[in-house]
C-alpha cells in the first residue's frame, strides 16, 4: 500500500480554483520532488496535506496509510506522522521553543504508545539535534520562530522535523532565501533523515536543492496539475532550458505562495 | 422620594451605625457622607459611566460585612514580606519584621495631612461612600529615603453569602505615603466569596525622586461587585509604576489615576480578563501637571463568551507639563463573537511641545499561528490556550515580585486550560 496516495485533488482559495485535479502517489522510502514556477499550486498542494483551512478542498481523494486524510484535523495529520516544513515559518511571541517543541513532542509520542520523555531526556535530545543543525542553543529559550533570521527559521524547521521524526515530510521551498552554505546544511539535515520507512515531497521552485537533496521522482506542476513526470534527470532538463522548454510559465496573478 | 435619594439613603442607616471615629476623622467622613447624597450612584447618562450599568450595586441592598474567623495563612494568595490582612474590612492579622522608619498598620493620626486629599470624593460618589463609611484602613509610611526591600502586601478578603436580600459590603481604605527619596513595593489583593460588594479607595503619594512600584491584584468571586479608585500623586523626579490585574468578579470597576509633577515617570499597566458574563471596567487618568513628565500606559484585555470589558484612558497634558511624553497602548484579544469591547483613548492636551501617542487594537487569535501549533500536533483548545496565555504574557514578564507573577502565571494558565477544554 502505497503511504500517500493522491487521487484527482482539486482545492479552491475564495472563488478561486488552485489545484485542478492532481494526482501522485508516494511510497514510504521515497523523496518526490515537486516543482513548477510561481502560482503553479506547489505550495497550495503543501498546505492541503497538512490541512490548512483557509483551502477548501472541492474534489478528489487523499489516502494516508489508507486512512482518508482529509477528514482529519491538523493535528491529528501530525500525530499520525506528517510534518510540514514551513516555507514562511509563524512566528509565535509568548510561546517558548522549548515548551512548545515538549507539547508537540509529547502529543506525537502519545500517539504512538510513548510516554512521556522527561526532562533530562528531552534535553538530550533536543541538543544532540540543535547540534547537528548548529543552531545557537539560547533559540530553545526565546518564542518561536520570534526574532529569528530567514536562515535560522528555516533551520528550525528542520530542526523540528529531526525531533518529531515524521513517516511523510513535506518541505514547502525550504530552500528559499538561504545562502549556500545554509542550504547545504539543511540538505544534511534533510538526508540524515532519509530512511526506508519514511517519505518526502520537496516542494521548490528551483533545482540547486535537489543536488543536494537527490530526489527519486521529479514532478512539474503547472496550472494546478501535474504536467510531467520523470526521474531526478527531469530537475536538470528543467535547469537547462527553465519552464518555457516545457511551455510553462509564471502565472501572472500568483496566489499559491500563501 | 426620589430614585436618587431612594438610593443613597439606604446607606444612611449603615452610615448612622458606624462606631465613632477619631475627632479628625469624622468631619471627612461627614462631608463625604454629604457628597456621596448629592451625588448618587452615577447612571449610564453619566459619561464616566456610560459602559458600565452600576444599577445592581445602586438598587442592592447591603450591610456591613460581619466578622468571621479565618486561617490567614490558608486564604493569603502568596507569602510574601510584610502582610496587612483585612477579613470584612478588620484588620485580623499583621506580620511584620519593619525598618526602622516604616509603619505598616492601621490608619493614625499621622496619616492627617494624606488621608482623603487626593481621592477626590467630590467628583465620584463610590469614592465618597468609602470615605463616608472609612475604618479602620491599611496605612504604609515609608519615611524619607528608607529603602524598603520587602513587598508589603495588603490583603483585603470578603467573606460573602448566599444571594439574600441584604449582601455585605466592605470598603478597603490604603493609604501609602512614602517619603522623599524612599523606595518600597506594595502589592494589593483582594478576594472572597461568594456575594458581596467591595468599594475600595487607595491614595499613594510619591515623595521627591521616591520609587514606588505598586500592584493590584483583584481575584473577587465571581459573584462580586468590585468598585476601585487608585489615586497616586508623584513629586518631582519620583518614579511610579503600577499594574493592575483584573481577573475576578461579576460587575469590577477600576479607576487608576496618577497626576505627575515635574520630572515624573509613571507606568500604568493593566491586564484583564473576563470570562462567562463577567464586566470589567478599566478607567485610566494621566495627569501630567508639570513640565518633563513622562509616562507608559499598556493595559491588554481578553475577553471570552458574553463577557464585556472597557477601556478608558484619559491624558491629560497641562499648560504648564511642556515635554511631556507619553504612551498609551490598549490591546484586546476577543476569542468569541458575543464578546464586547468598547475602547476608548481620551486626549486633553493644553501644551504645545509634548509628544504623546496613543494606540488601540481589538484582535482574534491569529490563525496562522494556530495552524502553526495544530501542525506539530499540538490540539486545537491547547494551541488556543497557548496562544492566548501568550498574549498576556508580556504584562505578566513586567511584574517584578516573583511569588506574585508565579501565582498569577498559574492562576492565568489554569484558567485558559479549563476555559479551552
Not at chain 2, 451625588?39 to 458600565?52: D, V
Not at chain 2, 498598620?105 to 486629599?117: C, D, F, I, S
Request: aromatic letters at 6%.
Amino acid at each position: 500500500m502505497a503511504l500517500l496516495e493522491i487521487k484527482d485533488l482539486r482545492a479552491t482559495v475564495g472563488e478561486r480554483e488552485i489545484l485542478k485535479g492532481i494526482d501522485l502517489t508516494v511510497n514510504a522510502g521515497e523523496v518526490h520532488a515537486i516543482m513548477g514556477p510561481n502560482g503553479s499550486g506547489k505550495s497550495t498542494l503543501a498546505q492541503v496535506l497538512a490541512g490548512r483551512e483557509l483551502y477548501q478542498v472541492t474534489g478528489g481523494q487523499v489516502l494516508y496509510d489508507g486512512k482518508d486524510l482529509l477528514e482529519m484535523a491538523p493535528e491529528d495529520r501530525a500525530r499520525e506522522g506528517i510534518f510540514l516544513a514551513f516555507q514562511y515559518p509563524v512566528e509565535i511571541p509568548g510561546v517558548s521553543n522549548m515548551y512548545f517543541l515538549k507539547a508537540a513532542l509529547n502529543t506525537i509520542r502519545k500517539n504512538r504508545n510513548l510516554p512521556d520523555l522527561d526532562a533530562m531526556d528531552f534535553l538530550n535530545l533536543i541538543r544532540e539535534k540543535m547540534t547537528a543543525m548548529k543552531m545557537d542553543q539560547t533559540l530553545l529559550n526565546r518564542p518561536v520562530n520570534t526574532g529569528f533570521s530567514g536562515g535560522e527559521k528555516k533551520r528550525n524547521e528542520i530542526f523540528q522535523m529531526a525531533v518529531l521524526e515524521p513517516r511523510l515530510a513535506i518541505l514547502d521551498e525550504t530552500d528559499s532565501g538561504l545562502d549556500i552554505d545554509a542550504l547545504k546544511l539543511v540538505a544534511s539535515g534533510v538526508n540524515a533523515m532519509r530512511s526506508p520507512e519514511r517519505a518526502m515531497v520537496v516542494v521548490t521552485h528551483y533545482q540547486r536543492l535537489l543536488n543536494e537533496i537527490v530526489p527519486d521522482y521529479v514532478h512539474v506542476l503547472a496550472e494546478g496539475r501535474i504536467v510531467k513526470s520523470g526521474g531526478k534527470e527531469l530537475a536538470l532538463q528543467l535547469e537547462e532550458g527553465g519552464y518555457a522548454a516545457l511551455g510553462i510559465y509564471d502565472e501572472a496573478e500568483a496566489v499559491g505562495k500563501a | 422620594m426620589t430614585a436618587v435619594t431612594e438610593q443613597t439613603g439606604a446607606w444612611l442607616a449603615e452610615f448612622a451605625a458606624q462606631a465613632p471615629a477619631a475627632s479628625w476623622v469624622q468631619p471627612l467622613r461627614d462631608a463625604a457622607f454629604q457628597r456621596f447624597a448629592e451625588l448618587g450612584f452615577p447612571t449610564t447618562k453619566n459619561e464616566e459611566w456610560r459602559f458600565t450599568n452600576v444599577a445592581p450595586i445602586a438598587r442592592g441592598r447591603f450591610t456591613a460585612a460581619p466578622p468571621v474567623e479565618l486561617d490567614v495563612d490558608a486564604v493569603a494568595p502568596f507569602a510574601i514580606g510584610t502582610r496587612l490582612v483585612f477579613v470584612n474590612g478588620i484588620l485580623v492579622g499583621s506580620s511584620s519584621s519593619l525598618p526602622k522608619g516604616v509603619h505598616v498598620g492601621p490608619v493614625n493620626e499621622n496619616a492627617q495631612t494624606h488621608l482623603g486629599k487626593y481621592a477626590a470624593f467630590e467628583r465620584n460618589a463610590f469614592v465618597a461612600l468609602n470615605t463616608a463609611l472609612l475604618d479602620t484602613g491599611g496605612y504604609v509610611q515609608v519615611a524619607r529615603g528608607t529603602v524598603v526591600e520587602e513587598p508589603i502586601h495588603l490583603i483585603y478578603l470578603t467573606v460573602g453569602s448566599e444571594p439574600v436580600l441584604h449582601l455585605p459590603h466592605t470598603q478597603p481604605r490604603s493609604l501609602v505615603v512614602v517619603g522623599a527619596n524612599a523606595q518600597c513595593t506594595v502589592v494589593e489583593t483582594y478576594l472572597g466569596t461568594q456575594h458581596y460588594f467591595t468599594n475600595a479607595v487607595t491614595e499613594i503619594v510619591a515623595g521627591d525622586g521616591a520609587v514606588v512600584d505598586h500592584y493590584k491584584v483583584q481575584l473577587e468571586s465571581p459573584e462580586a461587585f468590585h468598585i476601585a479608585t487608585m489615586q497616586a500623586n508623584l513629586g518631582r523626579s519620583a518614579n511610579f509604576s503600577s499594574h493592575s490585574i483584573s481577573l475576578g468578579g461579576a460587575l469590577v470597576r477600576n479607576d487608576a489615576n496618577a497626576t505627575l509633577s515635574e520630572g515624573a515617570e509613571a507606568t500604568i499597566n493593566g491586564l484583564y480578563v473576563v470570562t462567562g458574563e463577567q464586566h470589567i471596567d478599566n478607567h485610566t487618568e494621566i495627569d501630567h501637571a508639570k513640565p518633563h513628565g513622562t509616562s507608559h500606559e499598556l493595559y491588554k484585555g481578553i475577553l471570552d463568551d458574553q463577557a464585556a470589558a472597557v477601556f478608558n484612558g484619559r491624558i491629560i497634558v497641562r499648560k504648564d507639563a511642556q515635554k511631556t511624553d507619553s504612551k498609551q497602548t490598549n490591546k484586546n484579544l476577543v476569542l468569541s463573537d458575543d464578546a464586547v469591547i468598547n475602547t476608548k483613548p481620551e486626549l486633553q492636551i493644553f501644551a504645545d511641545d509634548v509628544r504623546c501617542t496613543h494606540g488601540a487594537t481589538i484582535g482574534q487569535l491569529d490563525e496562522e499561528a494556530m495552524f502553526y501549533l495544530r501542525s506539530r500536533g499540538i490540539g486545537r483548545n491547547q494551541a488556543r490556550s497557548l496562544l492566548t496565555y501568550a498574549f498576556a504574557q508580556d504584562i505578566l514578564d513586567r511584574i517584578k515580585v516573583v511569588p506574585v507573577r508565579d501565582r498569577l502565571e498559574k492562576v492565568l494558565f489554569d484558567k485558559f486550560h479549563e476555559h479551552g477544554g
